[in-house]
């Protein structure tokens, strides 16, 4: 039977790694690649790396924190890759296929891809067929709006017009090979998934489903699981506050019988 995935999900913006809350509210967690080789340690099934930026100014100019400061994404992630030993998905600003073979070059083993699906769903096409659907991710940020589930793409701040059930079958026809699921009402606010929305995705999507969006304790995850069939379970701010957090919470899960990789510690020597 396949394993159940624990994912972490990584927020660069302009250089540091930042949390969120509501796609609006971002406090600053400092180096972008440290979290990386902690997480590998701690036993991560896979990670999410997405770039927030608004612009393209990556420096953050403090040589005082023994951090190699890069100027653009795309050599950041190459130091990333150097502590990276999960696979690792990559997303923000890409547009073209020009950019997603970028990404591959420097360590990505998928990419995800939100706005410019919504702009154009035949990206979706191009890149299935250029670089195989299991390569690709397709992002669906997601809020209520008068009792409705409505899409936003541009990180949360433009409102989109295609239905939520349709986008989903869509994105599955066109040859995406995973949906990562998010909710921005839940974003940071540590209440748990909204189960309902991933209920609406399951029942429209023929794809696996990546599940994003509210945890706050290790139990959000078990109920992620137990009462949806998701594949993986995503989150971001968690991860970053409790030493060894990937594997408590594999632990947590693998003894309450839900079917992920036996929790284990490991060692990176660079």
Not at 183 to 205: H, P, Q, R
Not at 215 to 237: L, Q, R, S
Request: overall charge positive; hydrophobic content about 40%.
């Amino acid at each position: 039977m396949k394993k159940k995935r624990v994912i972490p999900v990584l927020l660069l913006k302009n250089g540091f790694l930042v949390q969120s809350k509501g796609f609006g509210n971002y406090q600053n967690l400092g180096n972008p690649l440290q979290a990386v080789r902690r997480l590998s340690e701690w036993g991560s099934d896979e990670i999410i790396y997405l770039d927030i930026s608004k612009n393209n100014q990556y420096d953050i100019k403090r040589n005082d924190l023994k951090y190699v400061n890069k100027s653009n994404y795309l050599d950041i992630i190459k130091e990333v890759s150097k502590y990276s030993f999960m696979p690792m998905t990559l997303g923000g600003k890409i547009k073209n296929l020009s950019d997603v073979e970028k990404r591959f070059k420097v360590g990505a083993d998928k990419i995800a891809i939100n706005t410019s699906a919504l702009n154009n769903p035949n990206f979706i096409s191009e890149i299935a067929k250029e670089f195989g659907s299991q390569s690709l991710v397709v992002s669906i940020d997601v809020k209520i709006l008068d009792n409705q589930y409505v899409i936003f793409s541009n990180g949360g701040s433009l409102k989109r017009s295609v239905k939520f059930e349709e986008w989903i079958k869509i994105v599955c026809n066109n040859g995406a090979g995973e949906i990562l699921i998010n909710s921005i009402d839940k974003d940071g606010g540590k209440t748990g998934y909204d189960i309902k929305m991933i209920k609406i995705v399951e029942k429209c999507a023929t794809i696996p489903i990546i599940a994003c969006g509210g945890v706050g304790e290790w139990n959000h995850f078990y109920e992620g699981f137990a009462k949806t069939n998701i594949d993986a379970v995503a989150a971001a701010n968690i991860f970053h506050y409790v030493d060894q957090s990937v594997f408590l919470a594999k632990k947590f899960l693998f003894n309450k019988n839900i079917n992920v990789r036996k929790p284990n510690l490991f060692k990176i020597d660079n």
